[in-house]
């Protein structure tokens, strides 16, 4: 399976923009929007859905909407709870993520 790594690119037209009104995090693309729903809880980020456009799957739209989760959670101090089972299995096929998880300890 390819890593992350060996994925193309991010394209410069999508972004992730946080949406607190609807609890969501939206990654706008050229074709659509792919989201993930989230909830804070007790100082966590608890990733409950993600969604990405019947559309604009197969193309690693979701891996990059997950990984732009991360570094916005990273870049905010918060830890993620991986409710969503691709989220679990996407941090689970990326241990260099492992940090942002909560109950994981935090690197020094």
Same mark, same amino acid.
């Given at each position: 399976?390819?890593?992350?790594?060996?994925?193309?690119?991010?394209?410069?037209? %999508?972004?992730?923009?946080?949406?607190?009104?609807?609890?969501?995090?939206?990654? %706008?693309?050229?074709?659509?929007? @792919?989201?993930?729903?989230?909830?804070?809880?007790? !100082?966590?980020?608890?990733?409950?859905?993600? %969604?990405?456009?019947?559309?604009?799957?197969?193309?690693?739209? !979701?891996?990059?909407?997950?990984? /732009?989760?991360?570094?916005? /959670?990273?870049?905010? !101090? %918060?830890?993620?709870?991986? /409710?969503?089972?691709?989220?679990?299995?996407?941090?689970?096929?990326?241990?260099?993520?492992?940090?942002?998880? @909560?109950?994981?300890?935090?690197?020094?």
């Amino acid at each position: 399976m390819p890593s992350f790594e060996d994925m193309p690119p991010v394209p410069s037209a %999508e972004r992730l923009r946080d949406d607190p009104a609807s609890n969501r995090f939206v990654l %706008e693309t050229d074709g659509g929007e @792919a989201f993930a729903v989230y909830r804070r809880i007790d !100082g966590r980020l608890v990733i409950s859905h993600t %969604e990405v456009p019947a559309a604009l799957r197969g193309r690693g739209i !979701g891996s990059r909407l997950a990984k /732009a989760v991360f570094d916005h /959670a990273r870049s905010r !101090g %918060e830890r993620i709870v991986p /409710a969503c089972s691709f989220i679990a299995d996407w941090a689970h096929r990326h241990p260099d993520e492992e940090a942002v998880l @909560a109950g994981r300890p935090t690197p020094p």
